[in-house]
């Protein structure tokens, strides 16, 4: 049977003017995860990632820098949460003062509330993507995994289009997914087996190569 190992890319530059490169630590969470498939002799037949620096740069990491042959998606690309972000702000200027000072807990807790309007088509403001079209090109991106995935594959995507993933295989509300979207740590991996007409999904969101002695300040989620 078929296998995928679904990674989130390892942590970004929170912050900073370029948010799509790894930060140190991401670049070290990304080794960590290569060492963890070396030790345990889980190679991949095919490579699958996103079209954004910070996949490709995972993969790098993961792999040893060997990236001579992989294919790309765009629909495991992240939703812009930049822009969805500053959607909910300006439909509630209220909540603006608050945010001032960067602070991410109080920086997640909007994205939450945006994401939940954006499921339900509540926010007013130009978006570059609806939820709906969000949802239908991480679908085409399952079909071309299912469809180009013999053996092992390794894909390495963002939280977003992961969440949007395991709902599509769980059958889940929308509230669910971005339930999940908000908890999914940089370079867990999900284990899913491939059937023939349907996923099946192993593991969600495991971190083995982080959850050990020494490594635990290594954990994040943004």
Known sequence: MAEIYLVRHGQASFG??????????????????GQYFTDRAIKFDNII????QRHRQTAAGILGDDLSSYDSHSGLNEYDFSGLYKAYMAQHPDAAEAAKDG??????????LALT??????????L?????DFKNRVADALAHIQSNTEG????VS??????????????L??????????????TSFSHIYLGQDRMHLSDFNTIPHLDQQGRRDDITYS
Request: proline share 5%.
């Open 103 to 112: 602070n991410r807990r109080i920086f997640y807790q909007r994205l939450k």
């Open 16 to 33: 900073a003017k370029n948010y799509d490169q790894l930060s140190d630590l991401g670049r070290v969470q990304s080794e960590y995860l």
């Open 152 to 155: 092992t594959c390794l894909v």
């Open 128 to 132: 570059p993507e609806s939820w709906t």
């Open 173 to 186: 509300a929308p509230q669910k997914i971005i339930d999940l979207n908000l908890q999914i740590k940089h």
């Open 117 to 126: 309007l954006w499921s339900e088509d509540r926010l007013t403001e130009p």
């Open 158 to 171: 963002s939280g977003g289009p992961i969440s949007m993933a395991i709902g599509h295989i769980l059958d």
């Open 49 to 52: 990632i996103g079209t954004q």
